[in-house]
């Protein structure tokens, strides 16, 4: 069974695109709720805004399943990455919105939440790990580059409306000081999006648990606010803006390579 796809480059970089995904199997799709059937909080067109990146030879990792089968930047224990804050586990019962995923009496159980892990979790960890270690072989290091986006309004797990970029380095942990200084750099140096480092998004648990850069592998996750590259209001991917965003992802990724 094919859960991702990967695409091997040549750069010593990854982009791990693990909320792209919108397949639903119908064993599942059979019990969620008709809003959550249209899996809504998914991090959409994420592999299209980022498809310039091969052009860079960077290798690109991408779902087939949506994050209601199951989360896959969450901990395969399920233990809150931000406690004492709404979230969503690790395969969710809840939306975005605070509305539930599963009709009543449907939720997974344990054993269901088990057995996802082993079947649909596992393979991408796999895959990401082999690949993260396929470029440390080849260049000596790895960037991996965790790449998310989210409605810029969602109450239920913040305040306000989020800033436009979100870069997160698990409060520096998870890169070399130098890379993080390089990345800041970047969006200081351009006026159309607002920015913050480590803010309400520092990093999952991909970029917590595969960043290690005393071992050569730097992670880094960019949390964007959809509005940058789509139409919230329609669902719909804005070429204009995903262009004007495009240019500056790259300046991000090239100050990321070094």
């Given at each position: ?6 695409h091997r480059g040549a ?95 449907q939720a997974p159980s ?149």
């Amino acid at each position: 069974m094919d859960v991702c796809t990967l695409h091997r480059g040549a750069a010593p970089l990854l982009i791990s695109l693990p909320h792209d995904g919108i397949a639903l199997p119908e064993d599942i799709a059979a019990r969620v709720t008709p809003e959550a059937r249209g899996v809504p909080d998914t991090d959409w067109f994420l592999s299209r805004l980022y498809a310039f990146a091969k052009a860079l030879g960077a290798s690109v990792l991408v779902p087939e399943y949506s994050r209601y089968v199951v989360d896959l930047n969450r901990p395969p224990d399920d233990v809150s990455l931000y406690p004492g804050q709404n979230t969503t586990g690790l395969c969710p019962a809840v939306q975005f919105s605070g509305a539930p995923v599963y009709l009543p009496g449907q939720a997974p159980s344990s054993d269901e939440v088990a057995a996802r892990v082993q079947r649909y979790w596992r393979p991408y960890h796999d895959a990401l790990s082999e690949e993260l270690a396929r470029l440390r072989a080849a260049h000596g290091r790895a960037l991996l580059w965790e790449g998310h986006s989210i409605r810029s309004v969602v109450p239920f797990l913040f305040e306000g409306r989020l800033c436009d970029l979100n870069l997160g380095t698990v409060a520096g942990a998870s890169c070399t000081p130098a890379l993080q200084a390089r990345l800041e750099a970047v969006l200081a140096a351009q006026s159309e999006h607002t920015w913050v480092v480590n803010g309400r998004f520092k990093g999952g648990y991909i970029t917590r648990h595969y960043g290690r850069p005393d071992e050569g592998v730097d992670a880094v996750q960019l949390e964007l606010a959809q509005c940058t590259y789509l139409d919230e209001t329609a669902g719909r991917y804005d070429r204009e803006r995903a262009a004007r965003l495009r240019g500056l992802l790259e300046n991000l990724l090239r100050a990321g390579l070094g």
